[in-house]
């Protein structure tokens, strides 16, 4: 248990890191989707792989220290917060990795967000791009899929330039 108490601030703190790392690529992305920079994005989407990858294998690290100090308990099943708990270290530090922790679910929440901010941004270019096109073949835009996975009804097109002779 020695070991995994050592080794559990620097987990986390690594971990803590990570969700800095992927916050930064997230809002970089926001900018390549305004850019339009489709190499920018690719390089986004390769890094936060990476980046989530690195934060699965620093979980998995703190699950297996675990797996072998708790008995009759499933270590995959236990949240950090739980691990923390059954650490035999002071209140102080305790709090201090409860601190860690609290910051980690900040930014995963603020990712979330993000995330969420530039599927909207894409999903809006995309639309754009589709009614543009739609205009100028002068054809209704197709049915698009919604998030719920239906069809949604199209939109009616606007056109730019109108004339009857």
């Avoid at 035999?88 to 967000?113: G, N, Q």
């Avoid at 239906?150 to 730019?160: D, G, L, Y």
Wanted: glycine residues 4%; hydrophobic residues 40%.
């Amino acid at each position: 248990m020695e070991n995994i108490t050592r080794m559990i601030p620097e987990l986390l703190n690594k971990k803590l890191g990570l969700y800095e790392q992927l916050r930064m690529v997230v809002e970089a992305e926001k900018a390549y989707i305004v850019d339009m920079d489709i190499q920018g994005m690719w390089s986004a989407t390769e890094e936060k792989k990476r980046l989530v990858a690195a934060v699965e294998t620093v979980l998995s690290t703190l699950r297996e220290g675990f797996a072998h100090r708790i008995s009759g308990r499933d270590s995959k099943k236990m949240g950090i917060s739980d691990m923390v708990d059954f650490m035999p270290v002071s209140l102080e530090e305790k709090a201090s990795l409860r601190h860690i922790i609290i910051r980690i679910r900040a930014l995963k929440r603020e990712i979330s967000i993000l995330s969420r901010e530039n599927q909207r941004y894409v999903t809006e270019y995309l639309s754009v791009i589709s009614g543009i096109f739609s205009t100028i073949t002068n054809t209704n835009a197709k049915k698009q899929y919604g998030r719920s996975g239906v069809m949604m009804p199209p939109q009616e097109t606007t056109r730019i330039l109108h004339a009857e002779v």
